[in-house]
């Protein structure tokens, strides 16, 4: 059984950084392409950042600058480092992993992220 566990709830003042975590079990982790994306209410989910297994990266532009997505393939984890963040950056965070084709692809259960005083 293929699972990507996310902590559940995240509250951060504006200005503050943040870094969320999945570990990754029931897939050969070390193949596979992994992301965080994210939905703001009334939104649809967007991507944030993506890592290959090879460790190259992605960022949207929204992020450029103020975001990194680090892996440990010992660990199975993937990381989603945030600094600066703002309001706009209040949604749910999701992980994602997929394999080279597409073929398999899973989500994590979500984790909300709150950026407020």
């Known amino acids: 059984q293929v699972q990507l566990v996310e902590p559940g709830v995240e509250l951060v003042q504006p200005g503050g950084s943040l870094r969320l975590s999945c570990t990754a079990s029931g897939i050969n982790y070390s193949i596979y392409y992994m992301g965080w994306y994210r939905q703001a209410p009334g939104n649809s989910r967007e991507l944030v950042a993506t890592i290959t297994s090879f460790g190259k990266t992605n960022y949207a532009d929204s992020v450029k600058g103020r975001v990194t997505i680090p892996r440990d393939n010992a660990k199975h984890t993937v990381y989603l480092q945030m600094n600066s963040l703002n309001s706009e950056d209040t949604a749910v965070y999701y992980c994602?992993?997929?394999?080279?084709?597409?073929?398999?692809?899973?989500w994590g259960q979500g984790t909300q992220v709150t950026v407020s005083s």
């Open positions: 994602n992993a997929r394999d080279l084709d597409g073929t398999n692809n899973y």
